[in-house]
């Protein structure tokens, strides 16, 4: 079974420019998430898709970052501008059950430096 | 959710047994335990959940004391390649819910 797959792996940029990172999850896996970890720290949530529906955004900064999930299969995470503080790795995650505990499967990440 | 502690670090010697220690005082009745392994430059990575008693799969051991309010993930004989950070998670039996990460526990293996 193919895992999730991220896109582009590294990612350099200058502060102001924009960017975008693909995912592409598990197939047949109805949630999916975008986490964003800092050197140092646990993965912290930005989005949570539901099919192609937001169901958790309240820890992403929409002044700057947006997220998309059309047909809900691939996804769409860009940030614009981009700001000295938005350095980290950028991880995607899928999961298939609507109930229950369940587990989550991450993808390698997209690291982004901005410099 | 529940918030998790557990040490920022711990060494080992290859093949000796690691026990890491979280705990979760304020577990609700429908939390479970959940573990999740990561090494650099990868994604984390689920290793066993439980919710009380004790868990074995082919990679640790969970052990939850009947009040839950904390757990121990064991792994035995450790080698070189299970260095890495290990987080201990309390996730809702409710479905979908975000993974809420703390800093977890760097285990480094010598050889």
């Known amino acids: 079974e193919a895992g999730v797959a991220q896109s582009p792996r590294y990612k350099i940029i200058e502060k102001r420019q924009s960017v975008a990172f693909w995912c592409n999850p598990i197939?047949?896996?109805?949630?999916l998430y975008w986490y964003q970890q800092i050197l140092g720290q646990g993965p912290k949530l930005l989005i949570q898709f539901q099919n192609n529906g937001v169901v958790d955004d309240s820890q992403l900064p929409k002044d700057r970052f947006s997220a998309e999930r059309l047909k809900g299969v691939d996804s769409t995470l860009k940030i614009q501008p981009a700001k000295l503080e938005d350095s980290a790795v950028y991880l995607c995650?899928?999961?298939?059950?609507?109930?229950?505990?369940?587990?989550?499967?991450f993808g390698p990440g997209t690291r982004l430096t901005v410099t | 959710l529940a918030k998790t502690t557990q040490p920022i670090s711990m060494d080992s010697y290859e093949g000796q047994e690691v026990n890491i220690t979280c705990s979760h005082n304020n577990i609700a009745t429908n939390d479970y335990i959940t573990w999740y392994q990561q090494f650099p430059s990868q994604g984390p990575r689920f290793i066993i959940q439980g919710y009380k008693t004790k868990v074995t799969n082919e990679v640790a051991s969970l052990f939850i004391p009947a009040d839950r309010k904390s757990s121990t993930l064991s792994l035995p004989r450790v080698s070189l390649s299970d260095t890495a950070v290990y987080y201990c998670l309390v996730v809702p039996y409710s479905g979908n819910t975000p993974l809420v990460f703390g800093k977890g526990t760097r285990l480094s293996v010598i050889a």
């Open positions: 995650a899928s999961s298939f059950r609507t109930s229950g505990t369940y587990e989550q499967y």
């Open positions: 197939s047949g896996h109805a949630t």
